[in-house]
């Protein structure tokens, strides 16, 4: 069956950094587009940022540009999202997904920003 598994969350002071893993299993983990969205509480699922299936191309939203970095290792089937200047608002449950003709969510790992 399809996994997506995540790893790296955790509590950060505010101007801290983590980076968060996602590993995909029972798929072709690099003809797919992999991103990364939060949804914190009350609040819509919010887009992160996105790797196309190569690697070649990638986007942010406007929320993390500058902050927020995501790469790939298809090699590994894993995919990978470093975060810098972390802020209380970045406090969030994070997921992993994957989309080609099927779409994929991991399970969600929580990061939250607190002093």
């Known amino acids: 069956q399809v996994q997506l598994v995540e790893s790296g969350g955790g509590l950060v002071q505010p101007g801290g950094s983590l980076r968060l893993s996602c590993t995909g299993s029972g798929f072709t983990f690099r003809n797919y587009d992999m991103s990364w969205h939060r949804q914190a509480p009350g609040k819509e699922r919010e887009f992160i940022a996105l790797?196309?299936?190569?690697?070649?191309?990638?986007s942010y939203g406007d929320s993390v540009k500058g902050r927020f970095t995501i790469s790939r290792d298809n090699a590994k089937n894993t995919i990978y999202l470093q975060m810098n200047n972390l802020q209380p608002e970045d406090t969030a449950v994070y997921y992993c997904?994957?989309?080609?003709?099927?779409?994929?969510w991991g399970q969600g790992t929580q990061v939250t920003v607190s002093s």
């Open positions: 997904k994957a989309d080609r003709l099927r779409v994929y």
């Open positions: 790797s196309s299936s190569s690697g070649d191309w990638r």
